[in-house]
Nanobody, 125 residues
Framework: QVQVVESGGGSVQAGGSLRLSCAAS????????MSWFRQAPGKERQGVAA????????YYVDSVKGRFTISQGSAKNTVYLQMNSLKPDDSAMYYC??????????????????WGQGTQVTVAS
């Protein structure tokens, strides 16, 4: 059974930085897709960044390009989301989601099999 655990959320001032971590356990294969989604109150869940572990391709939603970086950790099936130049609009619950194989072509939450419990990010203006 796959388990996904996130950490690293918190509160910062606009322009600040945070780094989120995600670890997924229980996968037999090596090359899984690990992605970050976020959801603010009253809004739909939005894909933010994705990486196909061990294979390289990374994907970002336009609103975070140049500010957020998703990277693979040294431990198996771990990823980080480095968030710089944070804006109040980035405030949301951030979720790590995983699925075996290459990343889906769209940030469709329905295509992901396993989810973490979420970590809150709050950016004050």
């Amino acid at each position: 059974q796959v388990q996904v655990v996130e950490s690293g959320g918190g509160s910062v001032q606009a322009g600040g930085s945070l780094r989120l971590s995600c670890a997924a356990s229980g996968y037999r294969g090596d090359h899984v897709c690990m992605s970050w989604f976020r959801q603010a109150p009253g809004k739909e869940r939005q894909g933010v960044a994705a990486i196909w572990i061990g294979m390289g391709p990374r994907y970002y939603v336009d609103s975070v390009k140049g500010r957020f970086t998703i990277s693979q950790g040294s431990a198996k099936n771990t990823v980080y989301l480095q968030m710089n130049s944070l804006k109040p609009d980035d405030s949301a619950m951030y979720y790590c989601a995983t699925v075996g194989g290459p990343c889906p072509t769209r940030f469709d939450p329905l295509e992901y099999r396993s989810w973490g419990q979420g970590t809150q990010v709050t950016v004050a203006s």
